[in-house]
């Protein structure tokens, strides 16, 4: 269902508005970027007043905050499905990879606004865009620690390290996907070679 198209044909109910309101401002931001999308530019996206924007968020900030923690809530979703399967270190992260390609395949407004809200260091957002970074990564550390409690990771391994390694690289990955000269085939390589790399395993190595 289109939801801008639906909240032109019918009275919604304030939880289904806050949530359309919501989609388009994804892609607003998407589009425009944190720093310049405006109540008017949602307003126009959802076929609605700009009035009725300022009914749910009453300043800009309250709309860059909502904006953003859907789209964290939407990472987060990944990175849980992934750690709610129990894999292995090295399958786990392998798999977290591929499931962030596919959320960006999926759902590309949302990981547009991630990569744009990574950059914004002078930006009010970048306190909670560090906030949101850092629960990812004690995650990525914790499947690395969990490996070594199994032994199959080495205890020499830096998991602080390891983890920043593939969070950086999900960056990678997520522009991979959005560029159509990438193909599946190259994102199982990079994927493959960014898990390899930050968890120090040679590339003939057999994985436990």
């Not at 289904?16 to 405006?38: D, M, W």
């Not at 990944?78 to 395949?105: C, M, N, S, V, Y």
């Not at 994102?187 to 057999?206: S, T, Y």
């Given at each position: ?124 957002s970048w306190p ?54 990438s193909s599946s ?24």
């Open positions: 269902m289109n939801l801008a198209n639906e909240g032109r044909r019918a009275r919604l109910s304030p939880e289904t508005r806050r949530s359309q309101l919501l989609v388009c401002s994804i892609a607003v931001f998407a589009e425009h970027g944190i720093a310049r999308a405006t109540h008017s530019q949602v307003a126009e996206k959802a076929g609605v007043s700009v009035a009725a924007v300022y009914s749910y968020f009453r300043t800009r900030g309250d709309l860059v905050s909502a904006t953003l923690v859907e789209v964290a809530r939407y990472l987060r979703e990944i990175l849980e499905g992934t750690l709610e399967k129990g894999l292995p270190p090295f399958d786990a992260l392998i798999d977290l990879g591929r499931a962030f390609a596919l959320g960006a395949q999926a759902n590309p407004d949302v990981i547009r606004v991630w990569l744009d809200w990574s950059t914004g260091v002078g930006l009010e909670t865009y560090l906030q949101a970074l850092d629960q990812f990564q004690r995650a990525a550390e914790q499947i690395l620690i969990d490996g070594k409690r199994q032994g199959v990771v080495p205890d020499c391994l830096n998991v602080k390290a390891a983890a920043r390694i593939c969070l950086s690289g999900g960056h990678a990955v997520a522009l991979m996907q959005l560029t159509a000269d085939e190259d994102l199982e390589i990079f994927i493959d070679q960014l898990v390899r790399g930050a968890m120090g395993i040679a590339a003939d190595a057999i994985i436990a």
